[in-house]
């Protein structure tokens, strides 16, 4: 499920309708976001291992981002950026869905933490650069993919770091993210169109299109062993770092 919608011109209407609506249970851990919330531990150490390689940091550093900013795209009611504040940045966070906007800074308020919430299209808010940019399970739902990553690589700082997430197109992926997980109700139903899924091969010429290099792909993938853990099948859903070329 998605972290959230992004913008009126890159977004269809009524996905910023449906996660708004869902905005109430963001962070329910068992509630609809349920699934963000056993991925988000998956997705950080993703993030961290990435920052660290890009610069240099130490891996035992409990500030890994201190003295950087960070724009988390398509962030919800803030289960990212919160982490990331956490870790040091300066957060801003931008959501399509007013409703999610609210919560993450009610939420943020409560944590006693400094993010800075905007509502609306990326482009013309005038953010500026960021050292890092993350869009986690937000690709797959824009209409306009290539406008989407462009405006991702102008926010994106010289020595910056991208960070992406999104599901595979896959026969596997129909079957267990579309069919069964929304069919059981594990993921809302109407969340995914399995026809938006993008996979590693497009993603790579996309990002290259926008000026940006990916780095290699890494899966996260499900076992009844593990749960959801980083793996190199990447046929359900998969993570990217991207730089300036």
């Known amino acids: 499920m998605p972290d959230a919608t992004v913008t009126a011109a890159t977004i269809r209407p009524g996905e910023a309708e449906h996660f708004g609506k869902l905005a109430k249970d963001w962070w329910d851990p068992k509630g609809s976001s349920a699934m963000l919330h056993r991925m988000n531990p998956v997705r950080l150490a993703f993030l961290r291992a990435a920052m660290d390689?890009?610069?240099?940091?130490?891996?035992?550093?409990?500030k890994p981002l201190a003295g950087k900013c960070a724009l988390d795209v398509g962030c919800g009611a803030?289960?990212?950026?919160e982490p990331l504040a956490r870790l040091g940045a300066e957060?801003?966070?931008?959501?399509?869905?007013?409703?999610?906007v609210s919560l993450a800074r009610a939420h943020a308020a409560g944590s006693g933490l400094a993010i800075d919430y905007r509502n609306?299209?990326?482009?013309?808010?005038?953010?500026?650069?960021?050292d890092l940019v993350t869009a986690m399970e937000v690709l797959e739902h824009v209409a306009d993919k290539p406008a989407f990553l462009a405006a991702l690589a102008e926010h994106l700082a010289p020595n910056g770091l991208l960070v992406l997430s999104t599901p595979n197109r896959t026969a596997r992926s129909r079957v267990l993210m579309?069919?069964?997980?929304?069919?059981?109700?594990?993921?809302?139903r109407g969340t995914h169109d399995w026809n938006d899924f993008v996979t590693p091969e497009e993603l790579g010429e996309l990002l290259a299109a926008a000026g940006l290099e990916m780095?290699?792909?890494?899966?996260?993938?499900?076992?009844?062993?593990?749960?959801?853990?980083?793996?190199?099948?990447l046929a359900l859903n998969y993570l990217v770092t991207a730089t300036h070329r």
Request: hydrophobic fraction near 40%; charge should be negative.
């Open 53 to 62: 390689a890009h610069w240099g940091g130490d891996p035992e550093g409990v």
């Open 78 to 81: 803030g289960l990212l950026a």
């Open 91 to 100: 957060v801003t966070g931008v959501d399509a869905a007013e409703e999610n």
């Open 120 to 130: 609306g299209e990326l482009a013309p808010l005038g953010l500026g650069q960021f």
């Open 178 to 188: 579309v069919g069964l997980a929304e069919g059981l109700g594990v993921i809302p």
């Open 215 to 233: 780095g290699s792909p890494r899966g996260l993938a499900f076992s009844p062993a593990k749960g959801l853990h980083l793996s190199d099948d």
